[in-house]
């Protein structure tokens, strides 16, 4: 079982800059894929970023270029850099964490992009 608690959500205005955070329980870190997904009201859970545990890095076009996401195993912790952010963007993030065929949730995060 790994537990997940995301952090770093808030109001930011457009073009502004938030960081997620993302702490993981267990000693298996290291060899667990993390992604960070997000679901705006109405709309379906999308992956917004990736990192495997080799730190290969993958990301939705739509925040290509605007987000980056990163990974210190020694500190269990998973986190997204999100800059130059759109109203678009608004949503809850959820943490990931993905081990051979177990895939665990964080609770999620609120992130809303308003002036």
């Known amino acids: 079982q790994v537990q997940l608690v995301e952090s770093g959500g808030g109001l930011v205005q457009p073009g502004g800059s938030l960081r997620l955070s993302c702490v993981a329980s267990?000693?298996?870190?290291?060899?667990?894929?993390m992604a960070w997904y997000r679901q705006a009201p109405g709309k379906a859970r999308e992956l917004v970023a990736s990192?495997?545990?080799?730190?290969?890095?993958n990301y939705a076009d739509s925040v290509k270029g605007r987000f980056t996401i990163s990974r210190d195993n020694g500190k269990n912790t998973v986190f997204l850099q999100m800059n130059s952010l759109k109203a678009e963007d608004t949503a809850v993030y959820y943490c990931?964490?993905?081990?051979?065929?177990?895939?665990?949730w964080g609770q999620g995060t609120q992130v809303t992009v308003s002036s």
């Open positions: 990192i495997i545990s080799g730190g290969n890095t």
């Open positions: 267990g000693s298996r870190f290291r060899v667990v894929d």
């Open positions: 990931n964490a993905r081990y051979l065929s177990f895939s665990f």
